[in-house]
């Protein structure tokens, strides 16, 4: 059932386009592996092997630590509508953060909002599908807006501090490199 290809084609693209949720998965070579659902418009495609992610402020910041030591990513979405399909991109991702010179390039893909951490750029090698037989069919209720409200009461410095307490290391105690 399973099908793989090198990039994404003109159909994966397009199924890619409808999914509101997508889930990334790192790991280090020992250690905890991080599965992360992700949402809101956070994530681009730059080409058949490119996708680029923005990483909103969150309770931690596992993939940032993780792609220090390894590289690897997985990115997954899956249909909860009638026509079952699961899709897998692996590739290899790097950071981009604030400071690097590229990350007005990146990071301004996306409307502004606060709380912009990090962006990814995964380099796709192989891409894989799956019949999604089990997977079962929900509807989409909408957006939430709790992470949007946490950050505009928090505010710019408030963020930079929450970053500074709770961000600069993985659960591992890896550092992520952020800088508040």
């Not at 599908?129 to 505010?155: D, F, H, I």
């Amino acid at each position: 059932m399973a099908k793989q290809f090198t990039e994404l084609s003109d159909k994966h693209t397009a199924f890619i386009e409808q999914q509101p949720i997508f889930f990334v998965s790192t790991a280090l070579p020992d250690g905890r592996i991080n599965l992360s659902p992700k949402g809101m418009d956070s994530l681009k495609l730059l080409g058949p092997n490119r996708i680029a992610w923005l990483n909103l402020t969150g309770s931690g910041n596992e993939t940032a630590g993780h792609i220090q030591e390894n590289s690897r990513m997985t990115i997954m979405w899956c249909s909860f509508g009638s026509a079952p399909l699961i899709l897998r991109a692996y590739g290899h991702a790097q950071a981009v953060h604030e400071r690097d010179s590229n990350w007005s390039e990146y990071s301004e893909l996306w409307d502004e909002r606060l709380g912009k951490r990090q962006v990814f750029l995964v380099e796709i090698e192989t891409v894989q599908t799956s019949c999604g037989y089990a997977v079962p069919m929900m509807e989409l209720q909408g957006e939430r807006q709790t992470l949007r409200k946490w950050t505009e009461n928090k505010g710019d410095k408030g963020i930079r501090d929450y970053w500074d307490q709770k961000n600069k290391t993985t659960i591992d105690g890896k550092p992520t490199n952020i800088l508040p």
